[in-house]
């Protein structure tokens, strides 16, 4: 479960390296060529409506929160579109809206997505940005057996109690949901970091617990509708992920079987 930290770690002069290469920013920009329309589609739709509630948000929500927000958003929807596709460039994307939507979280006082968005950055973003799995033509892998379910299904639980102690610290009053949504991320964050297909049963339920938690503060008035529209989007991304037939679980470039 965690070889792949232990080898960036192991390698972290070596893979730090070949982010400075020549042409790696270009390398990693043409990765973008190869995405399918419909993830563009979805990117194009989500800046639309960034737009729309930017505008309509401004002047009843502070500038740093309608700067942050947008930025976040944006960059986010553009991540996960990334890691549908197996792109490289998901870690840049993933770190740079980590950045805005933990800022974002924290002046609304979301945060419990703001710690969230800090573990994804740590632990998730710049790891993919160092590993050579997901720089050199990433490649499907899924679950093999029954133990190894076991060995997921344990860390979540281990990852739930930790962040329910980690949030009574904090005094959060809603303890018991929090630290389950950062449990599921982070859980579905090995598991992306590990190529495992079965990724996209985690992502689809953090979408819809995360998204119900936006809602929730936007309703109180302290957060706009920017990061829920994103999260809406995060949802239709991980099922283009299940059924398209360039996703994660039909794509032609899925070495399940191997798990290579």
């Not at 929807?77 to 979280?105: C, E, H, K, L, Y």
């Not at 060995?151 to 630290?179: C, E, M, N, Q, T």
Request: hydrophobic residues 50%.
């Amino acid at each position: 479960m965690f070889t792949q930290y232990k080898d960036v770690l192991t390698h972290l002069p070596e893979y730090s390296h070949n982010v400075f290469r020549k042409d790696y920013l270009s390398w990693v920009i043409k990765q973008m060529k190869s995405w399918s329309k419909f993830s563009y589609y979805l990117m194009g739709f989500n800046l639309l409506v960034q737009i729309y509630l930017a505008y309509e948000g401004w002047g009843r929500v502070s500038v740093a929160q309608t700067v942050l927000g947008f930025i976040g958003a944006n960059l986010s929807v553009a991540t996960v579109v990334g890691i549908s596709n197996r792109a490289p460039v998901q870690g840049w994307f993933g770190a740079t809206s980590a950045i805005a939507i933990a800022a974002s979280g924290l002046l609304a006082g979301n945060f419990a997505d703001a710690t969230l968005q800090i573990g994804y950055l740590v632990f998730l973003d710049a790891f993919c940005i160092l590993s050579p799995k997901w720089n050199n033509n990433v490649h499907i892998d899924k679950m093999h057996s029954g133990t190894e379910w076991i060995k997921y299904i344990v860390f979540f639980f281990i990852a739930w109690g930790a962040s329910y102690v980690f949030y009574g610290w904090l005094h959060d009053p809603r303890i018991l949901l929090d630290s389950a949504t950062l449990a599921i991320s982070v859980t579905g964050s090995l598991l992306e970091f590990n190529c495992k297909r079965e990724q996209y049963w985690i992502w689809t339920i953090s979408s819809v617990i995360t998204l119900l938690l936006w809602i929730q503060t936007a309703r109180m008035g302290d957060a706009n509708y920017a990061l829920v529209a994103s999260y809406s989007i995060f949802f239709l991304n991980d099922m283009w992920a299940f059924f398209s037939k360039d996703g994660w679980f039909r794509g032609t470039n899925n070495d399940t079987e191997t798990g290579k």
